[in-house]
């Protein structure tokens, strides 16, 4: 079965970078569609970036535009999310989730359809 298990969260300062990992299993996400999400403490889940099978999409939410980049390596068979200038609103469990299929409508930042979810890693942005 599919497998999603991120990493490299934790405890930074403000202005900080951090890059967030996704490492999958029985699933190729160079076919696929990954996302990356995040959700705060009383807030709802909020789509941060995904990334089509095809490459073709990279959409990015407003609070995030310019500041966070989703990639992957296909040798690696790894999602990345690299974030800078980490601010205290950044503050969540970040998740990357899979839309099976290599299309570029399955790249969207609803959590609605997607097939698959990590377990999340904390992210934790404080002076």
């Known amino acids: 079965q599919v497998q999603l298990v991120e990493s490299g969260g934790g405890l930074v300062q403000p202005g900080d970078a951090l890059r967030l990992s996704c490492a999958a299993s029985?699933?190729?996400?160079?076919?696929?569609?990954i996302a990356w999400f995040r959700q705060a403490p009383g807030k709802e889940r909020e789509g941060l970036s995904c990334?089509?099978?095809?490459?073709?999409?990279?959409p990015y939410a407003d609070s995030v535009k310019g500041r966070f980049a989703i990639s992957r390596d296909n040798a690696k068979n790894t999602g990345y999310l690299q974030m800078y200038n980490l601010q205290p609103e950044d503050t969540a469990v970040y998740y990357c989730?899979?839309?099976?299929?290599?299309?570029?409508?399955?790249?969207?930042?609803?959590?609605?359809?997607?097939?698959?979810w990590g377990q999340g890693t904390q992210v934790t942005v404080s002076s």
């Open positions: 989730a899979v839309h099976l299929g290599v299309y570029g409508r399955l790249c969207h930042l609803g959590h609605y359809d997607y097939d698959h």
């Open positions: 029985g699933v190729t996400l160079a076919d696929n569609t």
């Open positions: 990334i089509s099978g095809s490459s073709g999409r990279t």
